[in-house]
């Protein structure tokens, strides 16, 4: 199996392979769920697992990482 992800060293290039990875993990769930691709429904889990990861930044006090990093997303 090939990943492919951002490699250069751009100011978002984490945030970008986060969203990524989250954007294959929708089209893998709605492949094995013989459901149609819906982007909507792409946002929706990206929204949630950003909820998580603001969660667990905020347990471990390093909010300005994550406000830094996505930023442009949130």
């Not at 970008?16 to 769930?29: E, P």
């Amino acid at each position: 199996m090939i990943l492919y992800g951002v490699f250069n060293k751009t100011e978002h290039r984490y945030s970008l392979n986060y969203v990524l990875l989250v954007a294959k993990f929708s089209i893998y769930c709605s492949c094995l769920h013989d459901e149609k691709l819906s982007f909507d429904s792409f946002l929706i889990l990206l929204k949630e697992k950003l909820k998580i990861q603001k969660k667990i930044v905020l347990k471990n006090n390093v909010l300005t990482a994550f406000q830094k990093s996505f930023e442009h997303i949130i």
